[in-house]
């Protein structure tokens, strides 16, 4: 690296897509590829997928991506706001029309392609399963947490110079790839029937070009779960799910089963956005180019990851919805706390199922301002299963061994799905439920409760006991407020900026010191205070935690 260089771990730089030149070398705006008003082609990977990418997705959609983020409305903010970076008069590029037809909302920030959304970074984690049955398992165990880490770890506050209303990327990514055309949208409304707030299914016009009109973007929640586990009600399935009913009945005629199937069916809705020529030419049976293909760019806040054809890798979950951190010692917390989770659940059998509309709740409400603290999250209430399970390793003494599994799953449960969640806030679910009286039933333990029970369990040395101790505390006090999220502290530092005008626009001045202030924070992870001590106070004058190698950035895994 250059010598005014330093690698920090934001999300999103606070100024991409703004006019200043924040790129070095420079390169102006609306290239052939993106054809984007802020963003240089020259910002993509050069690799072709990357620029291939872009271009499908607006070609298919028949526009460039629309991305409105609810701008934050502070005491000088011009309202209703305007997004004062958009030109209305660029004439490049046919899709320079877009803004002259109503993409760039009142009250919003418009951003108009890709890299506004996978120039993100975050936090994710890939788990190796000892077989199917695990996998599928976890896949569905961890899918109900998703929203809750992603409030957890909140990190987003500014776009494109402004400052947001939402705390999280999520959406914004959501957008950024959002492939489907005004048909499967559902823009294509009957004229009788415009100005309904809702629309049934006879509002809209016939469908003339697609096959579905489909919810949500290729990056969204989670729609499916896959586990045979007899605790699986029919009441938790999404009821809007669209699945091709004739790859579906394939793949059953195939031999495999109709929840896996009906899973495939889905993700299989969609149209491959990048295909190699050499990949169309011959049809080799040796390879799963083609299913990796749709597989990879269905990007949901869980993925299961089958074994490739020709490697020895076994059965994958991969938990996705985390934001990156500012420091190693939150990545790995946050990392090795979702690991500890796993653990939990096979140990102890538990059972975190919600219906799956409400985990899509739960994922917009995980973007309001602050929703760790303000916001409230539907979860299950009594996760242990009706007989109580056994805890032990594969080899008696120790906890990196998946544990065994309870010999005599569960009864199905009966009674309305309705009474089994209820709405907790972030402290509740994390740190656990305070009875109103002894009279009351058993409360919700908390989840790290739930990782200290398990760690109870298995032989963990002392020196390691109290390393994860102080990963838990992170854990534990983000989620009760004394701690703030990375969202939090980004927003307070712009609004105390003797610069800040109170007029929502985080300017190069304000931006510079921000970053500045990141990589104080992340060289000294706050130890002895100072910047940034309402994110680590409890470290103060602590030597070194965590390190280097235990987390990963995007799309790698532990």
Not at 62 to 81: A, H, L, Q, S
Not at 120 to 148: H, M, V, W
Not at 384 to 396: E, I, L, M, T, Y
Not at 496 to 510: F, L, P
Request: one cysteine or more.
């Amino acid at each position: 690296m250059e010598a005014n260089e330093y690698p920090i771990t934001m999300t999103t730089f606070p100024r991409l897509g703004t006019a200043d030149e924040f790129i070095c070398p420079y390169y102006p705006p609306s290239g052939e590829r993106l054809r984007s008003q802020f963003l240089p082609d020259e910002i993509a990977n050069p690799h072709i997928r990357f620029p291939t990418l872009a271009a499908n997705i607006r070609s298919r959609r028949g526009r460039k991506v629309e991305i409105n983020v609810p701008v934050f409305r502070d005491v000088n903010t011009p309202w209703p706001f305007q997004d004062p970076t958009v030109n209305y008069d660029l004439h490049n590029w046919p899709e320079d029309d877009d803004v002259r037809n109503g993409a760039a909302k009142e009250n919003h920030i418009y951003m108009d392609a890709m890299a506004f959304g996978m120039g993100s970074c975050c936090l994710q984690i890939t788990f190796q399963a000892k077989n199917i049955t695990e996998g599928r398992r976890l896949y569905d165990q961890l899918s109900p947490l998703g929203p809750i880490m992603l409030a957890l770890t909140a990190a987003t506050p500014i776009y494109k110079g402004f400052l947001a209303d939402t705390d999280v990327r999520w959406n914004q990514i959501s957008r950024a790839v959002d492939d489907r055309t005004a048909e499967e949208l559902g823009e294509k409304v009957c004229t009788q029937y415009r100005s309904m707030a809702r629309f049934n299914a006879h509002s809209y016009q016939p469908l003339k070009n697609d096959r579905w009109r489909t919810p949500k973007s290729r990056y969204a929640s989670n729609s499916t779960y896959i586990s045979q586990d007899p605790r699986l009600r029919k009441e938790y399935m999404d009821p809007d799910l669209v699945v091709d009913e004739d790859l579906k009945r394939r793949l059953v005629d195939g031999g495999m089963d109709d929840l896996l199937a009906t899973h495939f069916a889905h993700l299989f809705i969609r149209d491959p956005i990048v295909v190699f020529a050499e990949d169309l030419k011959e049809l080799d049976l040796n390879k799963t180019d083609h299913f990796e293909n749709l597989q990879s760019t269905n990007w949901q806040h869980m993925r299961f990851k089958p074994p490739p054809h020709d490697k020895d890798t076994g059965w994958r979950v991969e938990f996705r919805p985390m934001e990156i951190q500012l420091t190693d010692f939150e990545n790995a917390a946050f990392a090795i706390f979702i690991v500890l989770i796993t653990r939990a659940i096979l140990s102890f059998d538990l059972n975190f199922y919600i219906p799956i509309p409400r985990t899509t709740e739960n994922m917009e409400t995980a973007h309001a301002r602050d929703a760790v603290n303000g916001r409230r999250f539907f979860f299950r209430k009594k996760p242990f299963p009706s007989r109580p399970a056994k805890v032990a390793s594969s080899n008696g003494t120790s906890g990196t061994s998946t544990p065994a599994q309870t010999p005599s799953r569960p009864p199905t449960p009966l009674g309305p799905v309705e009474d089994e969640y209820e709405p907790m806030t972030i402290n509740e679910i994390i740190n656990g439920q305070t009875p109103n009286s002894e009279a009351e039933e058993a409360a919700f333990p908390g989840l790290v409760p739930l990782v200290e029970s398990y760690l109870n369990s298995v032989n963990v040395d002392v020196e390691t006991r109290c390393e994860l101790a102080r990963y838990l505390d992170l854990i534990r006090n983000r989620a009760n407020g004394s701690l703030w999220t990375a969202a939090k502290w980004i927003r307070t530092f712009v609004r105390s900026h003797a610069e800040y005008k109170g007029d929502s626009v985080v300017s190069e001045g304000v931006c510079f010191d921000l970053v500045k202030a990141v990589e104080v924070i992340t060289q000294g992870e706050c130890r002895g205070g100072g910047v940034g001590r309402e994110m680590f106070k409890m470290r103060s004058g602590e030597g070194k935690v965590g390190g280097r190698g235990e987390v990963a950035n995007g799309e790698g895994s532990i």
